[in-house]
Each structure stands twice: as structure tokens, then as C-alpha cells.
């Protein structure tokens, strides 16, 4: 079947750290993948999604690289903000598959000042 | 653009009662999704829709749970009898099979279930 593993939290850093938050998959087809956003009391957001092997996804600061080989998909920002500490979720749909969500465990953020 | 719209956003309810949850996708939205996310887990697709007919069912606990799309917009999904393992948030979302955002899903805010 499908899953994704995230490394888990709570992380804490400080304002302006570096971050990653680790998210390898299992996948029975070619995956898409994606890293969806939770704060405090709101829904989820798509933060980023990559479709193809060697792709880049970035928004808001954040990046990730579709890694077919390791098959992983980091997420990494070169500096945090406070505003940044949410639940961040790792996903992945398999083409074919009816454009179902798989997600993993989520990981939370604090950043500190 | 409104988005997608959930109520109630919290529920308290007795093991054994019954409770519904209600769901109003983002305008032109075919194709709507029922999550469950239990505390620590990601979300689980419980249910998924295409207009009014029922994609995809399969970890839906059908002996408890039912869901309906009745005219291919708002959503209800039901409960009963309600299990102390129900306790999650129930998410909701929807996705157009057109325009930029071409299958991107977008959630709500979510309805916190707590069954004692």
C-alpha cells in the first residue's frame, strides 16, 4: 500500500534556524507529493507539491525536492519565523488513484523568538 | 472566493448518540472529500464524491457512518451510533476538475468531534 513517514515533534528552534522536517514514502504507483500546513485553528493549507522525480517545489520561503531514489520529499526553509510554527503534513497521491490523500503523522513547529 | 464551509466547528456528544456534520464546498467544486484526523494521526479519507455519486468508500465505517451528497454540493456526514473511538476532527474538502488549481485540494476548518 501507500504511506508516508515524518520525522516526529514537536520541533522547536529559534527564530531565523534553519529547518527540516524529514518525510520518506512508500508508494505502489508514481506518487505526486505534496506538504500541506495546519495553524493554530484553521484548515489545511497546500503549502507545496512536486509531480515528477528531480522536481522543486517552493513557496512562502520553503522548498522540497521530489527524491525518486531515496524516496524522500524534505522539507526545508533557510530561515524560520515565528509565524512560521504550525503542523506541517507530508502527503502523496498515486496517479490512478482517484486523487486520494495519503498523509503522514504531521510534524509541529514551535519557533521561538 | 469563499472556501469551504463547516459547522459546527465543535460537538460534545454522549457514546451511543447519533450527530451530523454539515459541508458546503467552494462554488463549482465536483468532486468533495470527507477526512477523519484522529489526535496524532494525518488525515484518513473516509469518503470521496464526484457530483452526487460515491467515488471511493472504502475506509468508511459503513455499520456507524454514512455520507450524502444529494444534489452534488453540500455534504452530510452522519454518525450512530457514536463510538468513544470517533473522538477527531472531521475535515472537509474540495477540488475542481478544471483551471489552475486542477485536483488541488482545498479544506475547511474542520469539526471537532469529543464522544464521552
Known amino acids: 500500500g501507500n504511506s508516508v513517514t515524518q520525522m516526529e515533534g514537536p520541533v522547536t528552534l529559534s527564530e531565523e534556524a534553519f529547518l527540516t522536517i524529514n518525510c520518506t514514502y512508500t508508494?505502489?504507483?508514481?506518487?505526486?507529493l505534496f506538504w500541506y500546513v495546519q495553524y493554530p485553528g484553521e484548515g489545511l493549507q497546500l503549502l507545496l507539491k512536486a509531480t515528477k522525480a528531480d522536481d522543486k517545489g517552493s513557496n512562502k520561503g520553503f522548498e522540497a525536492t521530489y527524491r525518486k531514489e531515496t524516496t524522500s520529499f524534505h522539507l526545508e526553509k533557510g530561515s524560520v519565523q515565528v509565524s512560521d510554527s504550525a503542523v506541517y503534513f507530508c502527503?502523496?497521491?498515486?496517479?490512478?488513484?482517484?486523487?486520494?490523500?495519503?498523509f503522514g503523522t504531521g510534524t509541529q513547529l514551535k519557533v521561538e523568538l | 472566493e469563499a472556501g469551504v464551509a463547516q459547522s459546527p466547528r465543535y460537538k460534545i456528544i454522549e457514546k451511543r448518540q447519533s450527530v451530523a456534520f454539515w459541508c458546503n464546498p467552494i462554488?463549482?467544486?465536483?468532486?468533495l472529500y470527507w477526512y477523519q484526523q484522529i489526535l496524532g494521526q494525518g488525515p484518513k479519507l473516509l469518503i470521496q464524491?464526484?457530483?452526487?455519486?460515491?467515488?471511493?468508500d472504502s475506509q468508511l465505517p459503513k455499520d456507524r457512518f454514512s455520507a450524502e451528497r444529494l444534489k452534488g454540493v453540500d455534504s452530510t456526514l452522519k454518525i450512530q451510533p457514536a463510538k468513544l473511538e470517533d473522538s477527531a476532527v472531521y475535515l472537509c474538502?474540495?477540488?475542481?476538475?478544471?483551471?489552475?488549481?486542477?485536483?488541488?485540494?482545498?479544506f475547511g476548518p474542520g469539526t471537532r468531534l469529543t464522544v464521552l
Open positions: 464524491f464526484q457530483n452526487n455519486g460515491v467515488v471511493d
Open positions: 502527503a502523496l497521491i498515486v496517479t490512478g488513484g482517484g486523487n486520494k490523500l495519503t
Open positions: 474538502a474540495s477540488s475542481s476538475r478544471a483551471g489552475p488549481s486542477y485536483n488541488e485540494q482545498f
Open positions: 508508494a505502489t504507483g508514481y506518487p505526486s
Open positions: 462554488s463549482g467544486h465536483a468532486t
